[in-house]
C-alpha cells in the first residue's frame, strides 16, 4: 500500500511541475448576443523543455466547448476543428481572432461585458490549467 501511495505522490508532483511550465494569460471571450456561439481567445506560454500539447478546453458557461482554426487560403477564409494543438518548448500559442481559438457554443445564460468565466485547458498528458476569461465586447479588443 505504501508504494501506491509514493506512485500517486509521484504523479501528483509531476502534474504539479507540469502546471508550472505552461501558463496561459489574456484570457477573454466575445460577448454575443443571447444564444448565440460566442469565441474564447489566450495566449499559451510554455517556460518547460518539452513540447505540450493541448488537447480540450471546457467552461461550464457553455453546454458545448471546440478548438478551432480559421485561415485564409486563395481569399477564401474556412474554419475548420483541431484536435490538438502543440505549444513549443519555451514559446507560446496564441489562441487569437483569424486564427486558433475556441468555438463556445449553447450558451447556459447571457454573456455580461465585465465578467469572468472559467475554463479549463487540458493537455495530452492528462493535466489541465485553469483559467479565468473576462467577456469583453469585440469592438474593445479589435479584430
Known amino acids: 500500500m505504501k508504494k501506491i501511495a509514493v506512485f500517486a505522490g509521484a504523479l501528483a508532483c509531476a502534474s504539479l511541475a507540469h502546471a508550472a511550465s505552461l501558463e496561459a494569460r489574456d484570457c477573454w471571450v466575445r460577448a454575443m448576443p443571447p444564444n448565440l456561439p460566442s469565441s474564447g481567445y489566450f495566449t499559451l506560454a510554455n517556460n518547460g523543455d518539452k513540447p505540450e500539447t493541448l488537447t480540450a478546453a471546457e467552461t461550464p ?16 477564409a474556412t474554419m475548420s476543428p483541431v484536435e490538438s494543438v502543440d505549444v513549443p518548448a519555451h514559446g507560446t500559442l496564441s489562441f487569437a481572432p483569424k486564427g486558433y481559438h ?3 457554443e449553447e ?10 468565466i472559467p475554463l479549463t485547458l ?19 479588443v479589435g479584430h
Do not use: N, Q, R, Y
Open 61 to 76: 458557461a457553455f453546454g458545448m466547448t471546440m478548438m478551432h482554426k480559421s485561415e485564409t487560403k486563395s481569399g477564401t
Open 122 to 140: 487540458s493537455f495530452a498528458d492528462k493535466s489541465t490549467l485553469k483559467v479565468s476569461c473576462e467577456v469583453k465586447s469585440a469592438a474593445t
Open 107 to 116: 450558451p447556459g445564460k447571457p454573456l455580461k461585458i465585465g465578467t469572468t
Open 102 to 104: 475556441l468555438m463556445l
